[in-house]
């Protein structure tokens, strides 16, 4: 089993900045291949946002947020973030992280969320 926990979620001004932070722990037999950031804003589907291959680095955005967030990892903590900046109203959801093992699985584990709200 891994647990995942969001955090750094709030309320933001229209232009303002928020970094989410999403710690992993649990099995150590897991290893994660991807993280990504999911959204889910209210009555609407859940969404891709980003993801990073965790031992490359390499990374990928939805074309909404692409130039405004920024996805990163840190190893040694096993700890992902996604920084997010210039958010609007549009970006107002609840933010979840997941991990998947391998390219051929898909995302395991989830993390129970965090709410972002974009004032405007």
């Known amino acids: 089993q891994v647990q995942l926990v969001e955090s750094g979620g709030g309320l933001v001004q229209a232009g303002g900045s928020l970094r989410l932070s999403c710690a992993a722990s649990?099995?150590?037999?897991?290893?994660?291949?991807?993280l990504g950031w999911f959204r889910q804003a209210p009555g609407k589907d859940r969404e891709f946002v980003s993801h990073?291959?965790?031992?490359?680095?390499?990374?990928n955005y939805a074309d909404s947020v692409k130039g405004r967030f920024t996805i990163a990892r840190d190893n040694a903590k096993n700890t992902a973030y996604l920084q997010m900046n210039s958010l609007n109203s549009e970006d107002t959801a609840v933010y979840y992280c997941?991990?998947?093992?391998?390219?051929?699985?898909?995302?395991?584990?989830w993390g129970q969320g965090t709410e972002v709200t974009v004032s405007s």
């Open positions: 649990g099995s150590t037999f897991f290893v994660i291949y991807r």
């Open positions: 997941a991990v998947r093992g391998s390219p051929g699985e898909g995302y395991a584990y």
């Open positions: 990073i291959t965790w031992s490359s680095g390499t990374t």
